[in-house]
């Protein structure tokens, strides 16, 4: 077994591999245990897949391999189906290398990929590729050309091959539904963010740089980071007025944050505008994971700006109330009662 990669710091890291930079799993790494899938959304389903792969690796002293593809496959075979993403690239990596797995690959999603059968993908991909011994796949997984790559017809190829396979059952939800991507996006689309967040195992989020705005929030006594995401595919809850936590290179901090046009300004682009509590200076160009924790009100347009910034001055009383609220709970699974901003 490879020795455990560590930064400067001491702290494990991930190795990421399969762009053009890395293609190929390195010499140093013997065999592995290996589970393949999207991960969008690295919900708490996710999650389980990845704590038992680490721990069956661990028992067997392999290394821990995760396959995952770039762009989402449906983006290929059928891009009127694709999905808006839970999380792109960027994030879902950062959530990956929290689960503490040895070694992540990420493929280019092709046509060509998509034309391979099961049987090849496991002949030319996992074994000849990343020298797997041991296949570990979430209870509806299938891979191969028409996902004909299901629990059956993997056992017969490990049979012959001399590889394990085990099926990992779902994690359910309270009613008893298997937690998944599909379910999660639903919840985040309709602004059910308590759900979402039960099932994702925190907050649900977006990632962005801090861009250049028209200052308009800093004459209005609000100024406000303006946030690119930058993957278009990204899905976003409703438009509204959020109660939001703010993590950057300055540290953790609470806001609240209008998502969608400025109807006041006769602006209707949708944009991300965070106004971030007793913060100060200068954040262009830093990175940040904005937390969407409680839905305010909804966009509305105002007869003059003394109105808005009247309206304003409540919805921070009102978002200061909700993340005062969560911080009270001590954790993140209690629900927030939130007091309507709008008199």
């Known amino acids: 077994m490879a020795a455990a990669r560590r930064d400067a710091e001491g702290r494990l890291t991930m190795r990421v591999i399969g762009g053009p930079d890395s293609p190929e799993l390195p010499s140093d790494i013997g065999a592995t245990v290996v ?116 629990i059956a017809l993997l056992r017969e190829l490990g049979g012959t091959r001399g590889f394990v396979v085990d099926a990992v059952p779902p994690v359910l939800t309270d009613a008893g539904e298997p937690v998944s991507s599909t379910l999660v996006r639903r919840l985040v689309a309709a602004g059910e963010l308590e759900r979402a967040r039960s099932l994702l195992g925190r907050w649900y989020s977006v990632r962005g740089h801090v861009v250049a705005g028209e200052a308009r929030g800093r004459l209005l006594g609000f100024p406000t980071l303006n946030v690119d995401p930058g993957d278009q595919r990204k899905l976003l ?28 300004f006769g602006d209707e682009r949708r944009t991300l505008e965070a106004h971030l509590f007793d913060a100060q200076g200068d954040f262009y160009g830093d990175r940040v994971d904005i937390a969407f924790v409680a839905r305010l009100r909804d966009t509305m347009r105002f007869p003059d700006a003394d109105a808005l910034v009247a309206q304003l001055r409540r919805d921070s009383e009102s978002a200061r109330r909700a993340l005062t609220a969560l911080g009270g709970s001590h954790n993140l699974n209690g629900s927030t009662q939130i007091p309507p901003s709008i008199p």
């Open 35 to 150: 589970t393949v899938g999207t991960f969008d959304g690295v919900h708490c389903g996710h999650q389980d897949v990845l704590a038992r792969l680490r721990a069956r690796a661990a028992a067997s002293g392999l290394v821990s391999l995760l396959v995952t593809f770039d762009p989402h496959p449906l983006e290929i075979i059928n891009p009127e189906a694709a999905p808006l993403l839970l999380t792109t690239r960027e994030e879902k990596l950062a959530l990956l290398e929290r689960s503490a797995i040895d070694v992540v690959a990420a493929l280019p999603f092709t046509k060509q990929l998509a034309q391979r059968s099961a049987t090849e993908f496991v002949d030319e991909v996992l074994l000849g590729r990343f020298r797997m011994a041991e296949l570990l796949l979430g209870h509806d997984h299938g891979f191969g050309r028409g996902r004909e790559g299901g």
């Open 237 to 264: 809850p409703p438009d509204g007025v959020y109660a939001v936590q703010v993590v950057g290179s300055r540290g953790r901090f609470d806001g609240m944050m209008n998502l969608g046009g400025r109807p006041t």
